[in-house]
């Protein structure tokens, strides 16, 4: 399972991380990433890692956030800078894990953990 952490209320111009830590009986992690969806609006993909460390952004956070994993601890981050009101969404992270015992890859969703961003 997926457990978010760091979410929160900030001004416009503030930061935030956000953690999300997998547990249970995982062999490996491929691909692990953040998505976020704004009222009303369609899930988007807001970040992502491979397991080389290979990373990908959605044009609109590029240069402000970063994502990264600690693969000891079976976590990714999203360092989130210069945060604006447009960020304001639930962020959900994602990751693509592989069953200890049937080496077979599942795709896990994480709670959610709310960015509220005042302008």
């Known amino acids: 399972q997926l457990q978010a952490f760091g979410g929160g209320l900030v001004q416009a111009g503030g930061s935030l991380r956000l953690s999300c830590a997998a547990s249970?009986?995982?062999?490996?992690?491929?691909?692990m990433g953040w998505y976020r969806q704004a009222p009303g609006k369609q899930r988007e993909l807001v970040a992502d890692?491979?397991?080389?460390?290979?990373?990908t952004y959605a044009d609109s956070v590029k240069g402000r956030f970063t994502i990264s994993r600690d693969d000891a601890k079976n976590t990714v981050y999203l360092r989130m800078n210069s945060l604006k009101p447009d960020d304001t969404a639930v962020y959900h992270c994602?990751?693509?894990?592989?069953?200890?015992?049937?080496?077979?890859?599942?795709?896990?969703w994480g709670q959610g953990t709310k960015v509220t961003v005042s302008s």
């Open positions: 994602n990751a693509e894990i592989v069953d200890n015992d049937s080496e077979i890859e599942y795709d896990y």
């Open positions: 249970g009986n995982i062999l490996r992690i491929n691909a």
């Open positions: 890692i491979t397991s080389s460390g290979y990373t």
